[in-house]
């Protein structure tokens, strides 16, 4: 009868701490800028990032093949807000002055528009490729910085989304790293 007891008893504790481990990998624990694989859920690549941290994204103009930065900040709500673009040349994709209550400012041979408040939840993008030379660029004063290549095929599409990983998708996916 004891044995059957401490059998029934160690049964029980393993389940339970099968149950502990399986909700701890599930219940999201860090907020990361999360790349999906375009019109998927599948994670190609995350950067943890937690709200009200910046980050650039910099792009290649093909035409121009001048540098575009476009300047994005995590709202309280995981999104992302566009407070800066700055560029060099007018032309194709490119505006030509700032939109209501922007600033429209030219420093340092470089056209800027400043105070935007563009909110998007998600942003598709795709990764150049003819003039692949994305780059994002994060850190306190902007001192971190990857290659989209080092990450994405040239011409790969995909979703930049502000999400909440869980401790599976955490180690399984590919982290972001200077």
Same mark, same amino acid.
């Given at each position: 009868?004891?044995?059957?007891?401490?059998?029934?008893?160690?049964?029980?504790?393993?389940?339970?701490?099968?149950?502990?481990?399986?909700?701890?990998?599930?219940?999201?624990?860090?907020?990361?800028?999360?790349?999906?694989?375009?019109?998927?859920?599948? !994670?190609?690549?995350?950067?943890?990032?937690? =709200? *009200? +941290? @910046? #980050?650039?994204?910099?792009?290649?103009?093909?035409?121009?093949?001048?540098?575009?930065?476009?300047?994005?900040?995590?709202?309280?709500?995981?999104?992302?807000?566009?407070?800066?673009?700055?560029?060099?040349?007018?032309? !194709?994709?490119?505006?030509?002055?700032?939109? =209501? *209550? +922007? @600033? #429209?400012?030219?420093?340092?041979?470089?056209?800027?528009?400043?105070?935007?408040?563009?909110?998007?939840?998600?942003?598709?993008?795709?990764?150049?490729?003819?003039?692949?030379?994305?780059?994002?660029?994060?850190?306190?004063?902007?001192?971190?910085?990857?290659?989209?290549?080092?990450?994405?095929?040239?011409?790969?599409?995909?979703?930049?989304?502000?999400?909440?990983?869980?401790?599976?998708?955490?180690?399984?996916?590919?982290?972001?790293?200077?």
């Amino acid at each position: 009868m004891k044995k059957l007891f401490r059998q029934k008893k160690l049964l029980i504790t393993a389940l339970m701490i099968l149950v502990v481990l399986f909700v701890c990998f599930m219940i999201p624990f860090r907020t990361a800028l999360v790349f999906y694989k375009q019109n998927t859920s599948q !994670i190609q690549a995350f950067l943890p990032i937690e =709200k *009200g +941290e @910046t #980050f650039q994204i910099i792009w290649k103009h093909s035409i121009h093949l001048t540098d575009v930065v476009e300047k994005f900040r995590v709202t309280e709500k995981h999104e992302f807000e566009e407070y800066e673009m700055i560029y060099e040349h007018f032309g !194709i994709g490119m505006p030509s002055n700032a939109g =209501k *209550g +922007e @600033t #429209f400012v030219y420093e340092n041979g470089k056209y800027h528009i400043k105070d935007m408040e563009r909110v998007f939840p998600t942003i598709n993008i795709r990764n150049g490729r003819t003039v692949s030379e994305h780059r994002l660029v994060w850190g306190e004063n902007g001192e971190k910085m990857v290659r989209f290549n080092e990450y994405f095929e040239p011409g790969a599409f995909f979703t930049m989304k502000v999400d909440r990983l869980n401790l599976w998708q955490y180690l399984k996916g590919v982290k972001i790293h200077e």
